[in-house]
C-alpha cells in the first residue's frame, strides 16, 4: 500500500520529503525503490515538475544523506525538495504503486514544507484529485499541440533548437527526454484504464534530424496530456539554463 501525506502550501518553493518503506516488504524493495526515486529526482532536477508556480531552472529533488536510514525495521529516504508543484507527488505515488499494486506492506510519502500545515492523508482513490503539473512553455517558446486526450500509441515530438547542438549540448537535452522515459515506464503517468502500468511504452527513441532539430519518437504509450506538459517544462529548463529552443511541435 502506498500512503501520501502532503503538508505544504501549493506556493512554498522548498520542502522535506520523506519516503518510508514499512515493516514485511521482499528482501530487494530497498533496491528498486532506490531505482525509482533516483529515477524521480533526475526528471524533478531537469524541471521536469516545476509546473505553473516555479522556475524549472531551479527545480531539484537531492537527498540529504547517504540513503537509506534504518527505522527499526523500517527505512527512510529523506530529500530536500525545491520549486517543484505538489503534483510532482502524485507522480511519486503512481510509480510506486505501479510498482507494488495491492502490497500489504506500506511505502509512505511525507511532504514536510515551512509553514504549520496539517499533514493531510490522500487515500489512494484520491489521489487522482491532486492535479499533475502544469507548465509555463507556451510562454518561452512557440509550441504547435496536436495530440488527442489521452494521446495514441505513437507520439512525436519534434524540438527546434536557435542554434546547432555540439556534442555536449546534444547528450544535455538527450538527457531530458531520457529522464521524461525513465518516469513514464515506471508508471508515474498512467493511461487510461486499462492500461495502467509502465509496460505500456514500448520504446522511445530521439535522434538529430538537423544539426538544430531533435525528433523524440514514443511508441506504445495512451498517456494523459499532463505526461507532455513534463516533457515541456523539462524543455522550458533547458531553455532557461542557455540552450534556447525555437518552438516545439508534437504530434
Not at 518510508?20 to 533526475?42: K, M, R, S, Y
Not at 484504464?193 to 504509450?221: I, K, M, R, T, W
Request: hydrophobic share 40%; proline share 8%; with cysteine.
Amino acid at each position: 500500500m502506498t500512503q501520501l501525506r502532503i503538508a505544504v502550501g501549493p506556493s512554498e518553493s522548498a520542502a522535506i520529503c520523506d519516503v518510508t518503506l514499512g515493516e514485511g516488504c521482499p528482501p530487494d524493495t530497498d533496491a528498486v525503490l532506490q531505482e525509482h526515486l533516483e529515477a524521480f529526482a533526475i526528471a524533478a532536477t531537469g524541471g521536469l515538475f516545476s509546473g505553473k508556480r516555479h522556475d524549472p531552472a531551479t527545480s531539484s529533488f537531492v537527498a540529504i544523506a547517504p540513503p537509506p536510514t534504518s527505522l527499526g525495521e523500517r527505512r527512510r529516504w529523506r530529500y530536500h525538495a525545491e520549486s517543484l508543484d505538489l503534483g510532482s507527488y502524485r507522480v511519486l505515488f503512481n510509480m510506486i504503486e505501479n510498482q507494488w499494486p495491492g502490497a500489504e506492506w506500506t511505502v509512505s510519502i511525507d511532504v514536510l514544507g515551512t509553514s504549520a500545515n496539517v499533514p493531510r492523508v490522500i487515500e489512494t482513490p484520491a489521489v487522482t484529485t491532486v492535479p499533475y503539473p502544469g507548465t509555463l512553455a507556451a510562454e518561452v517558446f512557440a509550441i504547435e499541440d496536436r495530440l488527442l486526450d489521452p494521446t495514441s500509441r505513437e507520439t512525436i515530438v519534434r524540438v527546434d533548437f536557435r542554434a546547432p547542438l555540439g556534442a555536449e549540448d546534444e547528450e544535455t537535452a538527450f538527457s531530458v527526454l531520457d529522464s521524461w522515459e525513465g518516469v513514464v515506464r515506471r508508471g508515474g503517468y498512467p493511461g487510461p484504464s486499462p492500461d495502467f502500468g509502465a509496460g505500456q511504452l514500448l520504446l522511445a527513441e530521439h535522434y538529430l534530424v538537423s544539426p538544430s532539430l531533435v525528433e523524440f519518437a514514443v511508441y506504445n504509450y495512451i498517456a494523459p496530456l499532463q505526461s507532455y506538459d513534463a516533457l515541456l517544462n523539462g524543455l522550458h529548463g533547458l531553455h532557461r539554463r542557455g540552450l534556447a529552443i525555437g518552438g516545439v511541435e508534437l504530434e
